[in-house]
């Protein structure tokens, strides 16, 4: 897959396919005008039918149009307004990049510069339309029959521009277009871990699977088993995981774009490779979709993959601890005790609530890279599907600046946050009787006493949590990863590598 920017273009030159944008109401924006003028009027009047109302989502491929050099054109409907809302966008992109898949195109020519979208610089646009064309082509069938006829897939895309950009519009189109490419082969990579299945990507599995693309790129990896976290005294993570015949491990990657000194911004994300809820069972129906309770150490591996991708200079550090989570003779049982890395103990209340636990033991691992700051990630609880839904990821934090910074980064890349508040309060729900702490604080706000649990382990450093169940994967017909939050945590590296 290749992108090029092509500047002082006239729309008059042949290609495999052109892409227009067209307002309602047969309100032409200025390359579709050209187009107008070169087919002598065929776009009017096709406009003039109303079959076709260019509402945004609304696509249409037209062939063999007069007077043109391009054998297709694709038509991307773009609404009324102005300014194309940021919402609306999105909606266009996705769609563009569907009927792109659909009909199977390989060479796409995008003249949407003329597009004016609210907030948004026309880098930052373009940027949005590429990511909605890649992330369609997605696809996950390896353990389906080959295909009797083989896709074919994009191969390339021009972005066209009428001017010659001056240097400093042109090097941010050149960053929007590596960012769209880094970005969406990263959480290409991170769907492709979540969605293959829980008898393959094991905690040891995927630990392989970071490995390689560590190797791949110069990235230096240290994988801890069972010996090195009985050292250490994880017992929160040998917990959840000795209900498992599969051995858990601590995933680390150190990218190192950065100064020798600079402290590195760590990302800690959870990689529980299937979710049972152990001895506190899970009810069967989804429990399938309990193989995506990696999602979040899939994201985090994906960043440092699209951190050296880009060639960022920062430091980043990803840890991932990796386990099971099944019913078993040896499993840890409702009311059982474990101790913490960090040296409190926990009453295990329900053992469905392993995902905080093997995060706690890991959190604490990450003070000893003295780090700038520590973000996890985490498929940690149903309760904020009921908060937030599918569209919106929970943010929590013990730093108002480091939230900021996050939920500017899910704006910026559309795949947005919102914050829920940690106040002290909710700490209560968290005593036990019989330990520290109890690994659940009831029913009423779920995703703030996870978070509560969480910000006992990360007193010492800056911290945000991102939870993330609701929008690492899809149900029901479109069953699959989506790779978030791969595209925010992207944009927050790159924000902080420009403001180093
Ligand atoms: N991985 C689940 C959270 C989850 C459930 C995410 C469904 C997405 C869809 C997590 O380990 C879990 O089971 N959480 C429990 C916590 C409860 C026992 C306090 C939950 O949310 O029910
Ligand atoms: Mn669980
Ligand atoms: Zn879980």
Redesign the pocket.
């Known amino acids: 897959m290749e992108i090029s920017l092509q500047q002082n273009v006239t729309l008059s030159e042949p290609c495999a396919c052109l892409v227009l944008a067209c307002h309602e109401k047969g309100r032409l924006p200025a390359n579709a005008k050209k187009i107008d003028e070169l087919s002598d009027g065929f776009l009017s009047r096709f406009l003039a039918h109303g079959d076709f109302t260019a509402e945004p989502g609304q696509c249409q491929l037209l062939y063999a149009v007069p007077g043109l050099a391009a054998e297709r054109l694709l038509l991307v409907g773009v609404g009324a307004g102005e300014k194309l809302a940021e919402g609306k966008l999105q909606k266009a992109a996705r769609a563009l990049g569907q009927t792109v898949a659909r009909a199977q195109l390989t060479n796409l020519h995008l003249a949407l510069a003329d597009v004016a979208v609210a907030h948004r610089s026309s880098a930052a646009a373009t940027e949005l339309w590429l990511r909605g064309i890649l992330d369609a082509q997605y696809r996950f069938d390896q353990h389906k029959e080959p295909a009797k006829h083989p896709r074919h897939s994009l191969e390339k895309i021009n972005v066209l521009v009428h001017e010659k950009l001056a240097a400093e519009a042109e090097a941010e189109m050149q960053q929007a277009l590596s960012s769209a490419i880094a970005i969406s082969r990263a959480s290409d990579w991170a769907r492709d871990l979540a969605n293959q299945p829980g008898n393959i990507c094991t905690p040891s599995w995927l630990a392989e699977q970071a490995t390689q693309m560590a190797q791949a790129r110069g990235i230096e990896t240290e994988i801890l088993g069972p010996t090195e976290m009985e050292e250490l005294g994880m017992h929160l993570l040998l917990g959840v995981a000795q209900g498992s015949r599969q051995e858990p491990r601590l995933i680390v990657l150190h990218y190192r774009g950065g100064a020798a000194d600079a402290a590195p911004i760590v990302l800690v994300g ?1 990689g ?1 490779t299937f ?1 049972a ?1 152990g001895i ?1 069972l ?1 009810p069967a129906d ?1 429990m399938d ?2 193989k ?2 990696m999602c979040g150490g899939a994201a985090a591996l994906a960043a440092i993959q699209a951190a050296a991708d880009l060639a960022l200079p920062l430091n980043v550090t990803a840890i991932v601890p990796a386990s099971e ?1 099944l019913p078993d003779g040896q499993a840890t049982k409702p009311g059982d005790i474990h101790r913490s890395m960090a040296g409190l103990t926990v009453e295990i209340i ?1 053992t ?5 636990l093997i995060l706690a033991d890991a959190l604490s691992y990450a003070k000893r890279f003295n780090p700038d700051v520590v973000i996890d990630m ?8 009921i908060a937030l839904g599918h569209q919106t990821a929970a943010v929590l934090g013990n730093h108002e600046g480091l939230v900021m910074e996050l939920l500017h980064a899910g704006r910026s890349s559309q795949d947005r946050a919102w914050e829920l508040p940690l106040f002290e309060e909710y700490q209560e729900q968290l005593k036990s009787p019989f330990a520290d702490l109890s ?5 009423p706000a ?1 995703t703030i ?2 978070a509560c649990f969480l910000s006992r382990f990360t007193e010492e450093y800056r911290w945000a949590h991102l939870d993330i ?2 929008v ?1 994967w899809q149900s029901g017909e479109h069953k699959g990863a989506t790779g978030r939050p791969v595209p925010l945590l992207v944009h927050f590296l790159r924000q902080r590598a420009k403001a180093d």
């Open positions: 959870k529980l979710d809820g506190s899970k989804k979709e309990m995506y309770d989570n329900n469905d609530a392993e995902g905080r985490a498929t940690l609880t149903g309760a904020c599907i690994n659940v604080g009831g029913r779920g006493t996870a169940a609701g690492a």
